[in-house]
């Protein structure tokens, strides 16, 4: 399978614990992007990395939000001191460096917190 | 700032006919445009895209119409079939920032 995966698929935690997700793009992606969706809107955009560069994150949530693409691979997400309030999907794209920006989802994490 | 609109959050259609999804834009910078289909418990699927400089774009069944004085955009699905049922968002995108619609659940009966 080539597409992009995300790692755990769920994830259950009690309130003000930390977590973190992790994405693998399409392996020969250069771009990756994190979004939130909750129930009833579409995704919304969180931060995007070119390679290992965030040139994209004023939109992350708070300062709770951090991402990383430490090698221009794979990317993790971690929400520090979780709120009910990050109950979503999380989910992460990847598309190519082109004149398009035709961007190809992961299944997504669902956090729920308690 | 919802600077993508999908005014029709559900849509009903009979197998066989057409399903037309709408969607509407604010920014007048956006130059791509997509659809997704999106399944429960899944990512969003890409399924076309038009760019700002075509009026239509279309692939099999599928066909994006793009009105950029009206900064409306449509997508038409013929002959519709169950297997179409599926949440639809379409999306906006400017220089990597890709703006989504809230999304438009069509059902198709058989």
């Known amino acids: 399978d080539t597409g992009v995966s995300q790692d755990p698929r769920h994830k259950i935690t009690k309130r003000g614990q930390n977590v973190t997700f992790r994405c693998d793009p399409i392996?020969?992606?250069?771009?990756l992007y994190w979004y939130r969706q909750t129930l009833g809107q579409g995704p919304e955009f969180l931060t995007y990395f070119q390679n290992e560069a965030q040139l994209e994150k004023s939109r992350l949530l708070s300062d709770r939000f951090s991402a990383e693409r430490p090698k221009g691979s794979f990317s993790t997400l971690e929400i520090q001191r979780t709120e009910q309030g990050d109950s979503a999907m999380y989910l992460c794209a990847s598309s190519h460096e082109t004149g398009t920006d035709t961007q190809y989802f992961g299944p997504g994490t669902r956090l729920t917190v308690l | 700032d919802q600077q993508v609109k999908q005014n029709s959050p559900s849509l009903s259609v009979q197998e066989g006919r057409i399903s037309i999804l709408n969607c509407d834009y604010t920014?007048?910078?956006?130059?791509?445009f997509l659809w997704y289909k999106k399944y429960p418990a899944e990512g969003p699927t890409f399924l076309i895209s038009?760019?700002?400089?075509?009026d239509k774009n279309e692939d099999g069944r599928f066909t994006v119409f793009l009105n950029k004085s009206a900064k409306h955009l449509s997508l038409h699905i013929v002959p519709s079939q169950p297997g179409d049922s599926a949440v639809y968002f379409c999306a906006a995108s400017e220089v990597n920032d890709m703006r989504f619609g809230a999304g438009t659940r069509l059902t198709v009966k058989p």
């Open positions: 038009i760019s700002s400089i075509k």
């Open positions: 920014n007048s910078m956006f130059d791509y």
């Open positions: 392996s020969e992606h250069n771009r």
